[in-house]
């Protein structure tokens, strides 16, 4: 992989967690009930966010603008709000496994200086799918 194809996915990753941290705090208009479910994982893409942050000043990145990937993130829980709420983290635990494929594929290429945030942003996927799995109902 290049180096712009890597830096490209590490600022594809922080622009995510960014509209990811908006789309969990967006979801509790939809499910109230779930609020502090809902800022828990919040508060982890953003920390996850910040984290990332470093490499984005690192390799002087330019993401989007904070409100377009709170916006981003905010559509994104409108589209999910219609759904029953296992339902959302049945189909979450499922298609966040390819985030948490993706990401050890960046941190397994990525050069060892980088290598604490990348391990951050694979371990912080496998447990939202945790936190998602012990949500479902057994």
Known sequence: ???????????????????????????IAAYPRQATFLEKCAALERDTAQKLSVLVRKYKLTPQSQRALEERGAADARMESGREWEELL?????????????????ESIGPAEDQAVLAALSAHEVQLIDWMRSQIAP
Not at 2 to 25: C, D, I, P, R
Not at 90 to 106: K, P
């Open 1 to 27: 992989m290049t180096a712009a194809a890597y830096t490209a996915q590490v600022l594809a990753a922080y622009e995510g967690e960014v509209a990811g941290a908006a789309y969990f705090e967006s979801l």
């Open 90 to 106: 049945g189909q979450s635990v499922t298609s966040y496994a390819q985030y948490v494929d993706q990401f050890r594929a960046l």
